[in-house]
């Protein structure tokens, strides 16, 4: 799976968190732009690893193995969201969609552990062609 169908994923997730006419209002495009701005890395060059990375030296350890793994997602709150972005980060995102930060959050909650899951197999994060950088590192963070 490359960058784009994971910003993909990521968007239709973040799209079915939110009501249907809220989210019939926002293209797949414009969140999938939103996504890549919020998440670690150069412009479009996502970097999931390092968001995993973050969340290991946050304390949210648990939570990405979660992801990583072959089993369900755990579910995030919106006060870990903000831990792992940053609240101008959050914000910046929203503005970008027209959307208050706790909608922005909502999306999020869905949107950000179905796009690490859908890069990882198996406990680690697979390498993304053409994204920059080595992204099954992630897995080592954990010990594997």
Same mark, same amino acid.
């Given at each position: 799976?490359?960058?784009?169908?994971?910003?993909? =994923? &990521?968007?239709?997730?973040?799209?079915?968190?939110?009501?249907?006419?809220?989210?019939?209002?926002?293209?797949?495009?414009?969140?999938?732009?939103?996504?890549?701005?919020?998440?670690? #890395?150069?412009?479009?060059? *996502?970097?999931? #690893?390092?968001?995993?990375?973050?969340?290991?030296?946050?304390?949210?350890?648990?939570?990405?193995?979660?992801?990583?793994?072959? &089993?369900?997602?755990?579910?995030?709150?919106?006060?870990?969201?903000?831990?792992?972005?940053?609240? &101008?980060?959050?914000?910046?995102?929203?503005?970008?969609?027209?959307?208050?930060?706790?909608?922005?959050?909502?999306?999020?909650?869905?949107? *950000?552990?179905?796009? *690490?899951?859908?890069?990882?197999?198996?406990? =680690?994060?697979?390498?993304? &062609?053409? *994204?920059?950088?080595?992204?099954?590192?992630?897995?080592?963070?954990?010990?594997?």
């Amino acid at each position: 799976m490359d960058i784009k169908q994971i910003l993909e =994923t &990521g968007a239709q997730a973040f799209r079915s968190r939110l009501g249907e006419e809220l989210a019939g209002s926002l293209s797949l495009d414009k969140i999938m732009d939103a996504l890549a701005g919020l998440m670690p #890395g150069e412009g479009k060059n *996502v970097d999931l #690893g390092a968001l995993v990375g973050k969340m290991q030296g946050g304390g949210l350890a648990s939570l990405a193995e979660s992801w990583l793994g072959d &089993g369900g997602n755990a579910g995030i709150g919106a006060e870990q969201l903000i831990s792992m972005f940053g609240s &101008g980060d959050i914000m910046r995102f929203a503005d970008k969609l027209g959307l208050d930060q706790d909608t922005a959050l909502e999306g999020l909650k869905g949107a *950000v552990p179905e796009m *690490v899951d859908k890069a990882s197999t198996g406990g =680690t994060l697979e390498s993304l &062609g053409g *994204v920059g950088g080595v992204m099954g590192m992630a897995g080592k963070l954990f010990g594997r």
